[in-house]
């Protein structure tokens, strides 16, 4: 088992920035792909960024390709969102995810379902 622990969100106004951290305890000996997913009120949980177990390939949404940058510390079990350019659209609970995986990509990364173990989310407000 692998816990996730989110921290670092908050409220800020648009056109700021903010570093969200997620660090892992328990089973962290295996590799894990870390992933951001985001939901709003009312919406969908949606993938927001993904890197691979060594931290040498990330992806990205669309959304926010360009503003986001994740980054991982694996001698600290952290993983990072650091979130520049924000716009009142980023708001949403930010939540972190772990899957069991030592592949550079995988096209499942994006989905919700792929994911085995999630912290408890971390609000991000932007307000405009």
């Known amino acids: 088992q692998v816990q996730l622990v989110e921290s670092g969100g908050g409220l800020v106004q648009a056109g700021g920035s903010l570093r969200l951290s997620c660090t892992a305890s328990?089973?962290?000996?295996?590799?894990?792909?870390m992933a951001w997913f985001r939901q709003a009120p009312g919406k969908e949980r949606e993938f927001v960024a993904v890197?691979?177990?060594?931290?040498?390939?990330?992806y990205y949404a669309d959304s926010v390709k360009g503003r986001f940058t994740i980054s991982r510390d694996n001698t600290k079990n952290t993983v990072y969102l650091q979130m520049t350019s924000l716009k009142p659209e980023d708001t949403a609970v930010h939540y972190c995810?772990?899957?069991?995986?030592?592949?550079?990509?995988?096209?499942?990364?994006?989905?919700?379902?792929?994911?085995?173990?999630w912290g408890q989310g971390t609000q991000v407000t932007v307000s405009s």
């Open positions: 890197i691979n177990w060594s931290g040498a390939r990330a």
């Open positions: 995810a772990a899957e069991d995986s030592r592949a550079a990509y995988s096209s499942s990364w994006y989905f919700p379902y792929e994911y085995d173990y």
């Open positions: 328990g089973r962290t000996d295996s590799s894990y792909a």
